[in-house]
């Protein structure tokens, strides 16, 4: 069981959970954090990061969103259902829109991650 921090109470006078926010910043985690970055958990991540530096093409893009959605499923598949990922890159901008449900709550949610920037 995860507690916000915090630590809080909910309306029914029980522990608080953390919600939706909790699960996006985890989201978040996995898909912004490289393969070898975590000391402890070598294989955690997407790889997401190195799309802007690759070469665009359709097969590199579908290739990325099976292994990010692949990454999401291993990593936070007792707290969401992954149904889609979109991943693109121009100008240096990495964007990511990601459709799940959560777990605890039957219901479809999309959010959209972007990193980089276009200002040169």
């Known amino acids: 069981m995860n507690v ?5 109470f909910d309306g029914r006078g029980r522990t608080a959970d953390p919600g939706a926010d909790y699960v996006r910043q985890l989201i978040e985690q996995v898909l912004f954090t490289s393969p070898g970055e975590r000391v402890n958990l070598p294989d955690f ?6 799309l802007p530096f690759a070469p665009s093409s359709a097969e590199l ?4 969103q ?3 959605q692949a990454a999401l499923q291993k990593w936070l598949s007792s707290y ?3 149904e889609s990922v979109v991943a693109t890159s ?9 459709t799940y449900s959560l777990l ?7 959010q959209t991650f ?4 276009a200002t040169p």
Do not use: C, R
């Open 90 to 98: 121009a100008d240096a901008v990495l964007t990511v829109t990601v």
């Open 45 to 50: 991540g997407s790889g997401l990061l190195q």
């Open 61 to 64: 893009a579908a290739a990325t």
């Open 104 to 110: 605890s709550a039957d219901v479809t949610q999309v």
């Open 114 to 117: 972007v990193y980089g920037s």
């Open 66 to 68: 099976f292994t990010v």
């Open 80 to 82: 969401i259902k992954v």
């Open 4 to 8: 916000n921090f915090p630590y809080q």
